[in-house]
């Protein structure tokens, strides 16, 4: 497969814009910097920030064995989505294929760039469809969306599925592992250089803690990656974004003893879940969180809403009639919720 095929003419025709940082990539040190226009009176954030975030990638290749050419960072995963749609999806034209229930900013963006959406939903073990998908395809369907680790089911997809969807999809196949830290499932950033055609998407907002910062990651082919920096603004990841995400690499050890509690914690939830008389069915979990089935689900989610507890009702969602999903918590919360759960008639 030829990635510059799929590339839209107007983004390789483009001539990206070149930011002062971009231009001048010297040492800082005893550097009299009058080239961009800031305020030069000193208070931590009064120059524009590494345009390239090479501080945070280079702390996210060492912990993921990848190269820092084959990393992109975003203002959250929804901006990195959001230039992936903007390389490769002509507008009134393309179109993308999602498979719900799924996580719902691939649709909104999809409307967003004026694409069309084809869904092939999951079968009854939330597994995809793999046939279905690739007979629905057709010359214009430039994206396919994979989440693994599943929001909100929870679930990791078979590998053999991904593999062949990767390998006869003729166009990029984008596998978010938004959750995948929470997982047994090895991360496909490990066979990147086998698929020219891979984009995989990850974030610091889940395992590491880090939702208020807001970044989002993308790893592909240095190729696919070029083209997103093409595109991308050119100080998209704030200052006191990288600073707090440079922290946060720092302490890895930290961040994995927080997932291992999280799991033990998630073993607990779904022990003490199954006691409760009005949940019927506690689905398999990769993730940090747990979807339950139960009797009524709105009536269920407004009880507890009226008990201090927010939790998301995914009954509207295919497949999911009934369902709640519930983010493993503290023990404390967690004992809380399971508490108030027994209370509720």
Do not use: H
Not at 139 to 153: D, E, G, H, R
Not at 203 to 228: D, N, P, Q, W
Not at 295 to 305: E, F, G, S, V
Request: glycine residues 4%; aromatic residues 6%.
């Amino acid at each position: 497969m030829n990635v510059q095929d799929l590339i839209r003419p107007t983004v390789k025709a483009l001539k990206p814009y070149s930011s002062a940082r971009d231009e001048y990539q010297g040492n800082s040190d005893n550097m009299v910097f009058l080239d961009a226009n800031e305020n030069p009176f000193e208070n931590g954030v009064n120059r524009y920030p590494d345009p390239q975030q090479r501080t945070v990638k280079s702390l996210l290749s060492k912990i993921k064995g990848i190269s820092q050419q084959n990393i992109l960072l975003g203002n959250g995963s929804d901006e990195v989505l959001d230039l992936i749609y903007r390389a490769f999806c002509e507008p009134n034209q393309d179109n993308i294929i999602t498979l719900p229930p799924t996580y719902g900013m691939y649709s909104v963006l999809a409307n967003i760039n004026a694409i069309l959406i084809k869904c092939v939903q999951l079968d009854e073990n939330f597994q995809p469809k793999v046939e279905n998908i690739l007979e629905i395809a057709d010359s214009n369907s430039k994206l396919l969306f994979i989440c693994s680790p599943n929001n909100p089911t929870g679930n990791s997809f078979e590998a053999k599925s991904i593999e062949r969807l990767i390998q006869e999809f003729k166009g990029i196949v984008v596998i978010d592992e938004a959750y995948i830290d929470f997982s047994n499932e090895d991360s496909w950033i490990i066979r990147l250089n086998e698929f020219p055609n891979l984009i995989v998407t990850q974030t610091l907002s889940k395992a590491y803690g880090m939702a208020g910062i807001r970044l989002g990651i993308c790893y592909a082919s240095e190729e696919i990656i070029s083209v997103l920096n093409r595109i991308k603004p050119p100080y998209n990841v704030n200052e006191l974004t990288q600073q707090k995400a440079i922290l946060q690499l720092e302490q890895n050890k930290i961040t994995k003893q927080q997932v291992q509690a999280i799991l033990n914690e998630r073993d607990v939830l779904v022990d003490k879940l199954s006691e409760i008389g009005f949940i019927s069915k506690i689905y398999p979990s990769d993730a940090n969180f747990v979807l339950a089935k139960v009797d009524n689900a709105t009536m269920r989610y407004n009880q507890l809403i009226e008990k201090g507890i927010v939790i998301r009702n995914r009954t509207t969602q295919p497949g999911c009639e009934n369902c709640l999903r519930l983010t493993v918590g503290t023990p404390e919360e967690n004992i809380i919720l399971i508490n108030t759960l027994k209370t509720i008639q």
